[in-house]
Nanobody, 119 residues
C-alpha cells in the first residue's frame, strides 16, 4: 500500500505565498506523474499542475506564472510553490501520484490540505 501525506496549507493574505509538500511512502518501485488538484466549495475538482517523472510540467491557465510544481525523486516528494495568491485560489488541495509497486500500477491521492486566501 502507498500513502501520500500533504503539508503546508494554511491561511494567507492575497499576494502572499505558500509551499505545499506531498510525500509518498510505502512499497514503491517507481512514480510516474505527480500532480496537484484543488476543489473549492460548490465546484468540481480541477487539475492545478502536473509533473512527469522526467520533469515536464503543465499548469492550469489561471496559475501559470504564479505556481511552480517540482519534485524530489529521491524523497518521493512533490512540491507546489504558490506565489501571488488570490482569493480564487482558496480550495482544498490534493496531491496525487501514479505509482508502480512491483508489477502493479495504481493512482493514489492524499487526504487534502486547506488553502485559504483572504482579500
Amino acid at each position: 500500500q502507498v500513502q501520500l501525506v500533504e503539508s503546508g496549507g494554511g491561511l494567507v493574505q492575497a499576494g502572499g505565498s505558500l509551499r505545499l509538500s506531498c510525500a509518498a511512502s510505502g512499497i514503491i518501485t517507481s512514480i510516474n506523474s505527480m500532480g496537484w488538484h484543488r476543489q473549492a466549495p460548490g465546484k468540481q475538482r480541477e487539475l492545478v499542475a502536473v509533473i512527469s517523472s522526467g520533469g515536464s510540467t503543465n499548469y492550469l491557465d489561471s496559475v501559470k506564472g504564479r505556481f511552480t510544481i517540482s519534485r524530489d525523486n529521491a524523497k518521493n516528494t512533490v512540491y507546489l510553490q504558490m506565489n501571488n495568491l488570490k482569493p480564487d485560489d482558496t480550495a482544498v488541495y490534493y496531491c496525487n501520484a501514479d505509482v508502480r509497486s512491483f508489477l502493479r500500477r495504481s493512482d493514489y491521492w492524499g487526504q487534502g490540505t486547506q488553502v485559504s486566501v483572504s482579500s
